[in-house]
């Protein structure tokens, strides 16, 4: 493995590997870089670029490109300014899928998701799944308690289900007391503490079909987080920390 400077950030438990850019990683690469035994261990890998503006491009641990990730523009927006590439707590990062906003806080962070769209329903092994689009795929079943679900089980069966190409990421949610409760299976990684982009899935379908209104705490294995959706566009706030900093393929 080539020698390569990495900072190790966390958003909610998702863990990411952040790599100053421009650079060009294979897919084995990365899958190299994020296993938890033989590498260093991440759910993805950031790449951060500064040209006219401040670019992030994502990478799940299976090597698989992804055009956003909710947890990881908000890592991305701390790093960034903390290195001063930014000179304002409120600036706009360059993404796959376009221009999102992000504001940098003491305690946390919050960044502009994007638009959140309904595409339909499926129904799966006698379960029905809201698909939700947010700048990546989802697939949202409610259920009565995420924690007695079997996710592993049910997650990478829905996430390959033919009529996804590409695959999918499936949160298990339940709503109560104007909180959403979350268990997800993100494709490409597996079961992750937290989803940034599924935090908002999940938050979306909760004010469609429970009424849910203003900003809606989401509670993950990794933490709480909060979506509020503003003029049809989500935001999500919450911490983004740093882990480690190292080099990887030093002798």
């Not at 641990?61 to 290195?83: E, F």
């Not at 268990?183 to 909760?206: D, L, N, Q, S, Y």
């Amino acid at each position: 493995m080539r020698n390569l400077a990495f900072t190790k950030m966390q958003g909610l438990g998702n863990d990411f590997l952040v790599l100053d850019g421009p650079i060009e990683l294979s897919a084995v690469e990365i899958s190299e870089l994020c296993d938890r035994r033989l590498g260093i261990g991440a759910d993805g890998v950031l790449v951060v670029s500064r040209a006219d503006s401040i670019r992030m491009d994502y990478w799940n641990a299976d090597g698989s490109p992804a055009p956003m990730c909710g947890n990881g523009l908000r890592c991305v927006a701390r790093y960034a300014y903390d290195k001063g590439w930014a000179m304002d707590r409120n600036y706009p990062i360059q993404t796959a899928i376009g221009v999102r906003g992000v504001k940098v806080l003491d305690d946390a962070v919050e960044a502009e998701i994007g638009r959140v769209e309904a595409t339909g329903h499926t129904e799966i092994d006698g379960s029905r799944y809201h698909l939700i689009d947010v700048g990546n795929p989802h697939a949202v079943v409610v259920v009565d308690d995420p924690n007695s679900t079997d996710v592993a089980t049910i997650g990478p069966r829905v996430e390959t289900d033919p009529q996804f190409e590409g695959g999918t990421n499936v949160e298990f949610a339940s709503f109560k007391d104007g909180r959403v409760e979350m268990r997800v299976w993100e494709r490409g990684v597996g079961e992750t503490p937290a989803c940034g982009t599924g935090m908002v899935a999940a938050a979306f379908v909760a004010t469609k079909t429970d009424g849910f209104d203003g900003p809606i705490v989401v509670e993950t294995r990794g933490g709480e987080g909060r979506v509020e959706f503003r003029d049809g566009v989500a935001w999500l706030r919450g911490p983004a920390e740093y882990v480690f900093r190292g080099n990887v393929g030093e002798r």
